[in-house]
């Protein structure tokens, strides 16, 4: 939800290593065009059940003293389902800046790079002009309407000031954080390490302009507990929240008294957009971010915790929006390399070992990684973990492969879908199909036709409703809101 945020980003291992796509996808209109039609997509698709994250439903069952696997967690409860293909120009297996920018920005792009086509080269700073690409954020700001991001997450890796950049990509013309404007419309911002003036040597600060731009506005910047809860959405137009000085904590190891919980700022961002803008619908994005950081440090315990407390502000979000109105989606921006294999007894701990014993005559988890920090294999044999407490939140899972941080998945992810239009997301997309089906349902963005043929009308709620046509093959609804909930991870979603 933050690419918009970014410029090109810079850091990767893989920076020496360029390797070119089709060169057709280079052109954003590539990817537009598969977006476009979406009237032969207007089609209500037959109604099925993807199974979206099978651990942390097991996990969350477990938590309430129930055998685990019959749970149904809120994301189960979305009736339209289907799937994305995450792959990014030049990679089969995606980060996550590429696609953010496939599914905020409906256009794929390469490895690394973020809010730029994949004209852009990883890396190469003066390829980055006039390959920029907006979001559907911004789509919805040009619109007259309010948006808002959550996230668990700092809101980039690198290149938070100034002072973080090399003289050649501030010679070749990249930003830092601080100076992208398009923080400017956002009305509510929930994420963390932004930017700080201690190391800006412009003497930029992210937040002080923040607020000097919201002239005649009350623009709120908080970062505690306290005078997060003291912020009133009648009284406030804007709010930023930053409560850590990196990542939010893991929500397990979370100070409630001083930082809230994702379903805590989910219900900020629901209210300061929904109740202050009064009459125009709004996208809010709320990201579980830390659910990757676990599977990238292969602490199973972390992730699937992430992915319950994720799952608990997607319920806040259902409870605070209405149905007929409000268009929600669930979807992930890549997998991992998790499996969930042997044959554990029905209710046995999803944390805990398989009952069978490898050949090696030694047991192993029942959640493990392909690659990562858990390889342990020492004189050519795996650990003995018989008396090794696998449920313990710092249990780092075994991996097949030595990595310092387990790599992403290929897998396809799912996208749940509930609310008007929900019915678009069916079948297998590219991932770059999601914010033009979001956009179509939204009536922001390029394609309007549908929209300005129709009537409009506010209802009681002040809120802009749909028109009351029930035949989705030919005359699709409008959606008052969107709310965005991505996992970025997706083990739990493949
Ligand atoms: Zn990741």
């Not at 310092?404 to 897998?411: A, L, Q, S």
Request: contains cysteine; proline residues 5%; glycine residues 6%.
């Amino acid at each position: 939800c933050y690419s918009s945020l970014l410029s090109i980003v810079c850091y990767s291992s893989l920076l020496s290593i360029y390797v070119s796509g089709p060169v057709e996808e280079e052109n954003p209109e590539f990817w537009r065009a598969q977006g476009c039609d979406l009237f032969l997509c207007a089609i209500p698709p037959k109604v099925w059940a993807l199974p979206p994250s099978q651990h942390a439903r097991i996990l969350k069952g477990q938590m309430h003293n129930q055998s685990g696997e019959e749970t149904v967690m809120t994301m189960d409860t979305f009736p339209h389902a289907g799937l994305l293909k995450t792959y990014s120009v030049d990679f089969q297996i995606p980060d996550s800046s590429s696609t953010a920018t496939a599914y905020l920005c409906g256009v794929k792009t390469n490895l690394n790079t973020v809010g730029v086509n994949a004209a852009a080269r990883n890396g190469i700073c003066k390829t980055q002009k006039g390959n920029e690409v907006t979001s559907i954020l911004k789509w919805a700001k040009d619109a007259g309407k309010s948006v808002g991001i959550v996230t668990t997450t700092r809101a980039s890796r690198k290149w938070y000031s100034d002072a973080d950049m090399p003289a050649s990509a501030k010679k070749e013309g990249c930003t830092d954080i601080s100076q992208n404007p398009s923080v400017d419309p956002i009305r509510v911002i929930v994420i963390h390490e932004l930017c700080f003036s201690m190391t800006q040597r412009d003497g930029r600060h992210l937040i002080s302009d923040w607020q000097k731009m919201k002239v005649g506005k009350v623009a709120r910047y908080v970062w505690n507990r306290t005078d997060f809860d003291a912020v009133d959405p009648d009284t406030t137009d804007y709010l930023m929240a930053l409560f850590e000085p990196g990542d939010l904590r893991f929500d397990v190891e979370r100070d409630p008294t001083m930082d809230p919980s994702i379903a805590e700022t989910t219900e900020k961002a629901i209210h300061q957009c929904l109740w202050v803008t009064s009459s125009v619908s709004f996208p809010v994005c709320v990201s579980g971010g830390r659910i990757d950081q676990g599977h990238h440090a292969s602490r199973a315990s972390m992730a699937l915790h992430e992915t319950v407390a994720f799952d608990n502000a997607v319920a806040k979000g259902l409870e605070l929006t209405n149905e007929e109105e409000t268009l929600t989606l669930v979807t992930a921006d890549h997998s991992h390399a998790f499996t969930f294999n042997g044959y554990p007894f029905r209710g046995q701990s999803i944390l805990g070992k398989s009952p069978l014993y490898g050949k090696d005559m030694l047991p192993y988890t029942t959640l493990m990684y392909g690659n990562g920090p858990g390889y342990k294999v020492v004189d050519n044999k795996r650990p003995d973990i018989r008396n090794v407490d696998t449920q313990s939140k710092d249990y780092v899972q075994l991996s097949a492969v030595p990595l310092d941080t387990e790599t992403h998945g290929g897998e396809d992810v799912a996208v749940l879908a509930r609310g008007p239009m929900a019915h678009l997301f069916h079948g297998v997309q590219e991932q770059s199909y999601l914010a033009h089906a979001m956009a179509y349902a939204g009536c922001v963005g390029r394609d309007l036709r549908h929209c300005e043929s129709r009537p409009q009308h506010t209802n009681t709620q002040r809120i802009l409703v749909t028109t009351t046509d029930d035949d989705r093959n030919s005359a699709p609804s409008q959606v008052s809101s969107i709310s965005l909930v991505t996992a970025l991870l997706a083990a739990v979603l493949h």
